[in-house]
């Protein structure tokens, strides 16, 4: 890094922490209480606080990573500065655990766009400054830095295990995938993301050799039809029977298989997933949920995907290629029809901006859902088409473990949606800097009128005296 760039980072990071420390302030005072899930976290984390390790709240569905960090950080504070009685692990204190995580997510996405993008020399550091700082204050995953939830500290956790991973420190990688993995358990899928990183690169390798010996086209052409998606899955086939090849990636991602093994382990004994109330968090084969996760990805990246270029290019690849995107249609339009789920907590709960979402599109008719098809095709096509940079073997491996993460979910939460989202918008090529920072205002305007809503739009449901907030 130049010391002009490392300046100006630190300069950016700074002034993004002075922000959210004023937003924090501000929230704080105005919600000083528990809100939402945090009736859960906090009493959780305080009973840690004061050694009571056993207690646990039934009504808790994640491991215990976020309760055990903060206790790990808050008591060795206190401590130190003195700090006694109630102001030891308060909702602020506990709040402001996710505030210091923020800060290291927007290292981490730093050092992950100078890793991922270092041979790419037309990158400036004043782009990478300022695409870190776009991603940093991603609205699902800022406005979330305000209260005791587990996002920011998965996030963190992975993000660090996916730099490790890009770094080859894979025992590291995988114990910060441990982290990760106590915070939320689906992100193991991250986990097999980073073995995916490892397998993708050797795979790539060996497919090169592969046309080189056969004196074939290049690689890069090889994408976009099924001709050359039966060849690539013949080769896969063809190299993953060999035991040598077998040994080889086992040598390599073995503190992944170790984690993952423990992660099914863990499964057996649990009996699920899921700890605490398991009745609202089923798993199932909710397929939309890929679809909703394209059309958020096609909103908060329009800037990237959505421009007479790209349109351009689809309609065109529409022409050349009708009968693959009628065969797309119909697997979509099938999907949809039987394996469309509507959780009851997306129906009941008002103060969440997917309940708002499913009733003024998805409840306006019944075939509203059928006629979005072509939008989620686009969708689909240009997030692919952005990730043409990337192997045909890293995209196979980043839309299994995408799919890993989203199907089974019933519910549709726009936080679930947080870590695939990082992880593609990391790996896509920079654009130029006006659309990046049309990006970066864009988030600012959507962060704004969050929190706007969330101070301000108040109100309280007739059964009950506690003031209501809108949020993500």
């Not at 899930?37 to 004061?50: I, L, N, S």
């Not at 030891?88 to 995580?101: D, E, K, Q, Y």
Request: with cysteine.
């Amino acid at each position: 890094m130049e010391r002009s760039e490392a300046y100006g980072f630190s300069g950016a990071m700074s002034g993004a922490f002075l922000l959210s420390c004023l937003l924090f302030a501000a929230i704080s005072r105005r919600q000083r209480g528990p809100y939402m899930d945090e009736v859960f976290h906090v009493p959780q984390a305080q009973a840690y606080c004061h050694g009571r390790f056993l207690q646990w709240d039934p009504m808790i569905t994640t491991l215990p990573g976020l309760y055990l960090v903060s206790v790990g950080v808050v008591k060795p504070t206190a401590w130190l500065l003195g700090w006694t009685g109630s102001v030891v692990c308060s909702v602020g204190m506990l709040r402001f655990i996710n505030l210091l995580f923020s800060a290291g997510n927007f290292y981490l996405l730093y050092l992950l766009l100078f890793k991922i993008h270092q041979k790419n020399k037309a990158v400036t550091g004043f782009q990478r400054i300022l695409s870190a700082l776009t991603l940093a204050m991603f609205p699902t995953l800022y406005f979330f830095t305000f209260l005791y939830y587990t996002d920011p500290g998965s996030v963190f956790f992975t993000l660090f295990a996916y730099l490790m991973c890009l770094y080859g420190n894979h025992k590291t990688s995988a114990l910060l995938g441990f982290c990760g993995f106590m915070f939320r358990q689906t992100n193991i899928v991250w986990t097999v993301f980073c073995a995916g990183n490892v397998v993708a690169e050797k795979l790539n390798e060996a497919w090169k050799t592969e046309l080189q010996k056969k004196k074939d086209e290049k690689i890069s052409s090889k994408k976009g039809s099924f001709s050359d998606l039966t060849r690539i899955l013949q080769f896969l086939i063809k190299y993953l029977i060999s035991p040598k090849n077998l040994i080889t990636l086992t040598t390599l991602t073995w503190p992944y298989i170790i984690l993952v093994t423990f992660f099914f382990v863990f499964v057996f004994i649990n009996g699920g997933i899921v700890v605490g109330d398991r009745s609202s968090h089923e798993a199932c084969l909710h397929f939309p949920q890929l679809f909703y996760f394209l059309s958020f990805t096609l909103f908060f990246s329009f800037p990237h995907l959505l421009t007479p270029t790209k349109v351009r290019k689809f309609l065109l690849s529409l022409r050349k290629h009708p009968m693959q995107y009628s065969l797309i249609t119909i697997i979509s339009l099938f999907l949809i029809w039987k394996f469309t789920y509507v959780h009851k907590y997306l129906l009941a709960d008002n103060r969440h901006y997917t309940f708002y979402v499913w009733r003024k599109v998805f409840q306006r008719h019944e075939l509203v859902k059928y006629v979005l098809v072509p939008f989620y095709i686009f969708a689909g096509w240009t997030v692919a088409d952005t990730l043409k940079s990337k192997s045909i073997f890293w995209i196979l491996m980043y839309f299994v473990c995408l799919l890993a993460v989203t199907v089974p979910q019933k519910l549709l939460e726009f936080r679930y949606f947080i870590l695939p989202f990082l992880i593609y918008r990391l790996n896509i090529p920079f654009m130029s800097i006006y659309r990046q920072l049309v990006e970066l205002a864009f988030y600012i305007v959507v962060n704004a009128v969050t929190f706007y809503l969330f101070l301000n739009r108040t109100f309280q449901w007739e059964n009950s005296d506690e003031i209501q907030r809108f949020m993500w």
